[in-house]
């Protein structure tokens, strides 16, 4: 059992990150987020006014129940959804400000999204599948494509099922092409939504061990779950409740 | 090597080949619809034009009642007026169809057969020119007659003889009225044949072309000119008659076709691009989720939109390679049919571009402008709501007043029932709104165009039976020349199983215009009016019919109105009759075509104005029975009991056949119908699957939740096809609606070309139910095979499904 050293979100805590990764500005900085659905049941305030910064280098996990917010977060802070007020600045930008369009653009050559039903292309192989959002960011050449791509199946451990198409692989192997295909534009920051929630045990383990090399290599990551185990790895923990902050768990380093 | 997003494009379009087929398919109905109806218009329209250019058509003609000779031929071909002209002799004979049964047939004697100048008239097939006691048949006519080349026909000329000739070919006259709509077959012979039949040499009519038979008016006056020529040589003109320049003789039909056809055509059009619309946001829709994963990985919305533009270019493309192909061979196949019925040779069956064009342009284009609604309202959904909601979550129910009349507390009477499959199917139903309208416009169209074509039938019908019922006899004798209407009548008695008669004059008028022009041809008839009288009311479009206080009443034809716009109800027309001028006025116009000029006057007042009273030309008779066969048996023993007692009949018609003649000019219109019918059952029923296919396939999840909270597959499919019936009731439902006001337009429009008043308007209930079955089995079928399909997955399978 992990001891909960519960600290209040602080300008404290946020100082001790920047001073340990080295940066004085954070990566994504949420501010004051606010975020209401409205539905014919009435209004339901998904985020009460979220406070939280990441900083270069981080494994920052976001922890919390079911319906305490987690997702909805993810959603902001990659652009997937519009946040009713506050401000969410992603490598600078004012992320809040932007247009669909734009924040797609931003994804795309900033963030690596993982999601936890994998969201695979069912018809593209899975090379084609990491070779896409390449192809969308028209960043390198047609080859430089399929050999990055390939680079990143290895390093995944999935290189021999490149030509398969991605329903004829395991859970874990389809969740090791999701994280394949969020690296394929070399981001600086990798958002992951309950990577680990449709696997075993054994195979999330191997999952969150990818990530954990991932921010050894100098990525950013923020990572959303509700597996206490999985929270331990972080190199810090936030967790939600009702829509706020509730703790914040400081670790020294990755654990692995 | 292509880049990654097209090869999703070429995958989703073959990886997924029911959806593919179903997509494709539906396009291609709509588009096949457009090609075979807007090129069988033009096919069917050159074809008409060259064939009768390739005649040299007469811009009239004048028939004389003596003989005429080739001096008289020339002095009017050395008139200037007069571009080219020739002659021939026309005489109405009998020609024995069965032993016992005679029919009418008009025989042509032509001097020159291979030096015909006016209204050509060319080899079929077989002996040319005919050759000595032998006959060739008109080709449209060998049906009517019931022989076959080579057979041996007797025939009976007027003078009684009678002669067994050989039918020794056929000939193509497409100038004559096509044999079978007014059951009268038309014969060719030489005039060593017309001698050995007993027949004086000499032509009896003559055709003329005028040196601007474009100019109806200039052909009109040239027509007169040679009519007054020839009185003035001592003739005497029964008949003159002015051809519509350009026009075979069946032209009013043909255009109220051609007219049904562009009517037609516009509303397959409608009908396809709602199909096409339908099918790309359907497709949209069932790709939404993909679409959300590709802008969360980074795809801008050009860059999808792109992807899906291709995509539905290709379902295009591939729609159009089955639908031109098909178009081309229905459309020939459709003129062919139209062109053998109405006896013209199609010219070029060349498929015109602009048709072509319009299906490449609504099978590219319009998936294109599909498209970008769809994909521009999905733009302004977030990635994460698209994601999230294209689960079981999927529509808004629950938001609006129709779901709010479909919840609970509006449908308490179905507590107490076992109905919630059927509950659910009625929510569903409603649940994708945007789709449903979609849908429904799609059927809807489909519905009141189907039926509405069921109504132009039975309206058909109808006015069939609105001109022949003022016909209150069974059978009517016309004779050579007039006789004491007392006698005959007295005669016609003394048969046995004629029960009460009735007697008309018939003659000839023009009308005088106020230019002093005058008219073509018209046939004054003039039956006697009263409780008595055997000749009702026909069909009146305005005012009323002939009463007994009448004196210079007339009754005309309401397409003679919109031809002649001098003329009103309530106006004077001058008729010019026997040479002489008198004024009638039009007291009401009757449903009447314009190709048979018809006047109704009163027989009393007529026959003091012309000194021919006490006289008849025509004889009319009712029967004891009114069936067909007893009708003919009576008409035969009239015919024989008036050539016993020397009195010589011209003609005979039956109610019975009058009935099937009517019905045979409107056979050709009907038979388009049906064809358009089932064309458009297809295009509707198509649209129906391929919607509610992909409706299935993309609640397979839904269909997996189902299975999974203890649905067996019967009840899964029973939810599905219920909510497909449901789609197809309400489109039923709004598609016979919408038929009435269509039928109306139909009516007006095909009534206007045809008889110059709409039909008379009568909705087809046999087509109403006939529809719903259609629709109902559609719905069914189209829900339950993929509802089956997805049914066989295992619950993980379908929750898994992509």
């Known amino acids: 059992m992990i001891e909960q050293n519960i600290h209040s979100n602080t300008r404290e805590a946020r100082c001790k990150a ?27 305030t998904a985020l009460q006014g979220i406070d939280l910064q990441v900083y270069a280098g981080e494994f920052l996990v976001v922890t919390g129940k079911s319906g305490s917010g987690k997702t909805t977060l993810v959603n902001m802070v990659t652009g997937l959804d519009r946040s009713t007020s506050g401000e969410i600045w992603v490598a600078g930008s004012p992320l809040h400000n932007f247009s669909m369009e734009k924040a797609a653009k931003l994804r795309g050559k900033t963030m690596g999204v993982v999601f936890q039903s994998f969201e695979l292309l069912p018809t593209l192989t899975v090379l084609q599948n990491v070779m896409l959002p390449m192809d969308f960011a028209r960043r390198y050449s047609l080859r430089e494509q399929r050999q990055r791509a390939m680079q990143l199946l290895e390093q995944v451990d999935i290189a021999e099922h490149a030509r398969k198409l991605p329903t004829a692989l395991s859970g874990g192997q389809q969740q090791r092409l999701a994280v394949a295909r969020a690296m394929a534009n070399d981001p600086t920051i990798l958002v992951a939504d309950e990577p680990t929630g449709s696997l075993d045990s054994a195979t999330a383990t191997a999952v969150i061990d990818l990530f954990v090399d991932l921010v050894r290599q100098g990525r950013t990551i923020l990572l959303v779950t509700h597996d206490k185990d999985v929270a331990k790895r972080g190199s810090r923990t936030v967790t939600l409740a009702d829509g706020e902050v509730i703790g914040v768990e400081e670790r020294e380093g990755t654990h692995a | 090597m292509l880049k990654p997003r097209w090869y999703k494009v070429i995958n ?85 169809v069965a032993p016992g049964e005679w029919k009418n047939i008009t025989l042509f004697v032509i001097a020159d057969y291979n030096d015909i100048r006016v209204n050509k008239v060319t080899s079929e097939s077989g002996a040319w020119p005919p050759p000595e006691r032998e006959i060739l048949i008109e080709r449209a006519a060998l049906p009517v007659l019931g022989s076959n080349v080579g057979d041996v026909v007797r025939i009976k000329m007027p003078s009684d003889t009678q002669r067994e000739m050989r039918i020794a070919g056929l000939a193509y006259d497409p100038a004559q009225l096509p044999a079978q709509f007014d059951s009268t077959p038309y014969g060719y012979i030489s005039f060593k044949t017309l001698e050995w039949l007993g027949e004086p040499y000499g032509f009896n009519e003559l055709q003329v072309i005028a040196t601007h038979p474009e100019d109806k008016v200039w052909a009109q006056h040239v027509v007169n000119l040679v009519k007054d020529r020839a009185e003035r040589s001592g003739y005497t003109i029964p008949l003159s008659m002015t051809a519509e320049p350009g026009q075979l003789p069946m032209d009013d039909i043909l255009q109220g076709l051609l007219l049904l056809m562009g009517s037609l055509g516009i509303l397959s059009l409608f009908l396809s691009v709602f199909l096409v619309i339908n099918t790309v946001s359907a497709l949209l829709a069932q790709q939404k989720r993909q679409i959300a994963v590709m802008k969360a990985i980074g795809g801008g919305s050009l860059q999808i939109l792109g992807m899906y533009l291709v995509m539905v270019i290709s379902y295009g493309i591939l ?101 919630r499959p059927l509950l659910l199917s009625i929510r569903n139903t409603f649940r994708s709104k945007g789709r449903l309208a979609l849908t429904l416009i799609t059927l809807t169209l489909a519905s009141a165009t189907f039926v509405s074509v069921f109504n132009v039938r039975s309206s058909l019908s109808s006015t069939v039976d609105d001109m022949i019922e003022w016909f209150n006899f069974d059978i009517m004798l016309t004779f050579d020349r007039s006789y004491r209407a007392d006698k005959i009548q007295q005669e016609a008695l003394n048969v046995p199983g004629i029960t009460q008669t009735d007697v008309w004059i018939q003659l000839p008028a023009r009308m005088v215009r106020s230019d002093g022009s005058e008219s073509g041809m018209m046939y004054m008839f003039a039956p006697r009016i009263g409780d008595d009288a055997l000749i009702r009311s026909p069909a009146i479009s305005e005012g009323r019919w002939l009463i007994p206080e009448d004196d210079n009443a007339v009754v005309v034809p309401s397409a003679l109105l919109q031809d002649e716009p001098e003329l009103g109800l309530g106006k004077e027309i001058v008729l010019k009759i026997y040479g002489k001028e008198q004024s009638f006025r039009i007291v009401g116009t009757f449903v009447g075509s314009s190709f048979a000029a018809m006047i109704f006057a009163d027989y009393d007042y007529l026959t003091q104005a012309t000194n021919r009273v006490g006289e008849a030309d025509a004889l009319l008779v009712t029967t004891r029975a009114h069936d067909a066969a007893s009708v003919e048996a009576e008409s035969k023993a009239l015919e ?30 009907v038979a388009l119908l049906l064809v358009m019918a089932i064309l458009l059952a297809l295009v509707g029923g198509l649209g129906l699957m391929g919607t509610m296919s992909i409706n299935v396939l993309e609640r397979t999840r839904e269909i997996g939740v189902l299975r999974a909270i203890g649905a067996p597959n019967r009840g899964v499919a029973q939810v599905f096809i219920l909510e497909g019936i449901t789609i197809g009731l309400l489109s039923w439902c709004m598609g016979s609606l919408l038929a009435i006001p269509m039928t109306q337009g139909l009516n007006a429009a095909l009534g206007g070309a045809t008889m110059g008043t709409p039909l008379t308007y009568s909705y087809s209930l046999p087509g109403l139910w006939l529809w719903l079955v259609v629709v109902l089995l559609l719905s069914a079928v189209a829900s339950f095979i993929p509802a089956r399909n997805a049914s066989r997955l295992t619950v993980r399978e379908v929750l898994a499904y992509e």
């Open chain 1, 18 to 44: 920047a001073v340990r990764t080295g940066e004085t500005h954070p990566l994504i900085d949420v501010r004051n987020v606010v975020k209401i659905y409205n539905s014919l049941a009435g209004s339901v």
């Open chain 2, 12 to 96: 989703d379009l073959f990886g997924n080949k029911t959806r593919t087929l179903l997509i494709v398919l539906s396009m291609a109905v709509g588009l096949f619809a457009i090609g075979i109806i807007l090129s069988a218009r033009t096919i069917l329209s050159e074809g008409l034009a060259s064939s009768f250019a390739a005649i040299q058509p007469s811009s009239g003609t004048v028939r004389t009642l003596e003989p005429f000779d080739e001096d008289f031929l020339q002095a009017v071909r050395s008139m200037p007026e007069v571009q080219e002209a020739d002659a021939r002799r026309n005489i109405s004979a009998r020609v024995e």
């Open chain 2, 319 to 419: 729609a159009l390679l089955i639908a031109i192909p098909l178009g081309t061979l229905g459309a020939r196949a459709l003129s062919q049919m139209l062109a053998t019925m109405f006896n013209f040779n199609l010219g070029t069956m060349e498929i015109p571009p602009q048709t072509m064009l319009t299906q490449i342009v609504i099978g590219l284009v319009l998936p294109v402008l599909a498209s970008l609604f769809p994909f521009l309202v999905n733009l302004r959904i977030s990635a994460a709501e698209a994601m999230s909601a294209y689960t079981i979550g999927k529509g808004r129910f629950g938001r609006n007043w129709i779901d709010r009349l479909l919840s609970g507390p509006n449908l308490w009477f179905t507590r107490k029932l076992s109905i």
């Open chain 2, 640 to 669: 024989e009991h008036f050539e016993r007692m020397g009195l010589r009949v011209s003609m005979i018609s039956t109610l019975p056949r009058e009935r099937a003649d009517a019905e045979a000019i409107f056979d050709a219109i």
